[in-house]
Structures are given as structure tokens and as C-alpha cells.
């Protein structure tokens, strides 16, 4: 006896595999594109090599390429922009071997580097694009006095949405420090 069946729906698709490198470009470009509209200039881009130039090319100090996105030259932060990593939690800043601390550790390195502030711009699949930036008064006090949202994790990192960061003030986002390293630049 021979069955009259069609069990070929009942299996899953094979999922489509999505490159990663061409997803990261993407939302490298995407936030490159939001930031020039929010601070209206044409300034920000992908860095040649996603980051990596600084390290592998022999460049005058100020022309290194720092982090994952070319910034003004007054910009306070170094950026590390990271999309996917989708099992990544909270409970990652608890754990010393976890993707976002080793994302943390890598922004930190080449902010030091830059003499910059670091910040990680992290999105996973369905939420909202998130900023982790370290610990810093001045930046609670700006938060303090908003209704924004926001996560502290021991004093050392501060985790917010990254459409609230983009609602301070341009004097935020400037670079003092640099400013006095570099006049002749600016």
C-alpha cells in the first residue's frame, strides 16, 4: 500500500546565508549616513580596511585612521560599529570572554591611541541600535536631566539608544582634547 502524501511542506526552507562582511558594510555605510545628516557635513565614512588601516599602514600621527568610520577631526569618539551578533546579551558585560567586552576592549585600544573617547555603536537583528560609551559624569548629568533611557554597568560603561545620543548638543560630540593636540589642524 502506498501512501498519497506530500510531506515536502513540512520541511523547513534552508535559510539563506547572509555575508557578514557585506552586512557589516552596510551598516557601516547606513551609520555613516546618519551621522553626516545629524551634524550636517559629508565627513563621515567607512575607513579603508574597516578599522584596520591605522595599524597596518605607516601614516603621519595625524592622518591615522582609528575604529571603524572616519570621523571630523574634532570628533571626540573613536567608533566601533558592530551589527549581528545576535546571541550577544546584557549578560555579556558580566563575563570576560564575551563579544562585548572584547568589542569594548577594541574600541577602548584604539581610542587611547587617537587620544579620543570610544564608543561602540552596536545593532542586533529587530532592535534598536544601541551606544556604549565609558563611564563619565558629564555624560550622566546630560542624561540626568533628559528623560532618556539609559544602562550603567559597574561604574564603567554607560548603554544607551543611539537616536537619544544624537539628541545632545554638537558641543558633546567635540573634541577639546584634540583640539589642543592638533590647532594648526583645525
Known amino acids: 500500500m502506498k501512501d498519497n502524501y506530500d510531506l515536502s511542506k513540512l520541511s523547513k526552507p534552508k535559510k539563506k546565508r547572509i555575508n557578514s562582511k557585506t552586512k557589516g558594510s552596510t551598516f557601516e555605510r547606513n551609520i555613516a549616513k546618519k551621522l553626516n545628516e545629524r551634524f550636517n557635513t559629508k565627513e563621515f565614512s567607512r575607513s579603508p580596511g574597516s578599522g584596520a588601516y591605522a595599524t597596518t599602514h605607516d601614516l603621519p600621527e595625524h592622518l591615522k585612521l582609528y575604529g571603524d568610520l572616519i570621523t571630523p577631526l574634532d570628533f571626540r569618539f573613536v567608533l566601533e560599529l558592530k551589527n549581528g551578533y545576535d546571541k550577544e546579551n546584557l549578560g555579556g558585560f558580566f563575563s570576560s570572554n564575551s563579544g562585548i567586552k572584547k568589542f569594548i576592549e577594541q574600541a577602548s585600544?584604539?581610542?587611547?591611541?587617537?587620544?579620543?573617547?570610544?564608543?561602540?555603536?552596536?545593532?542586533?537583528?529587530?532592535?534598536?541600535?544601541?551606544?556604549?560609551?565609558?563611564?563619565?559624569?558629564?555624560?550622566?548629568?546630560?542624561?540626568?536631566?533628559?528623560?532618556?533611557?539609559?544602562?550603567?554597568?559597574?561604574?564603567?560603561?554607560?548603554?544607551?539608544?543611539?537616536e537619544d545620543l544624537l539628541l545632545f548638543s554638537d558641543s558633546f560630540f567635540s573634541s577639546k582634547k584634540y583640539k589642543k593636540l592638533y590647532p594648526e589642524l583645525i
Not at 584604539?110 to 587620544?115: F, I, L, Q, S, Y
Not at 544602562?151 to 544607551?160: G, V
Open 109 to 162: 585600544i584604539d581610542a587611547k591611541k587617537a587620544k579620543k573617547d570610544f564608543m561602540v555603536i552596536f545593532k542586533q537583528s529587530r532592535k534598536d541600535t544601541l551606544c556604549i560609551l565609558d563611564y563619565n559624569k558629564a555624560i550622566l548629568d546630560k542624561i540626568d536631566s533628559s528623560s532618556i533611557d539609559y544602562l550603567t554597568m559597574s561604574k564603567k560603561y554607560i548603554c544607551l539608544k543611539l
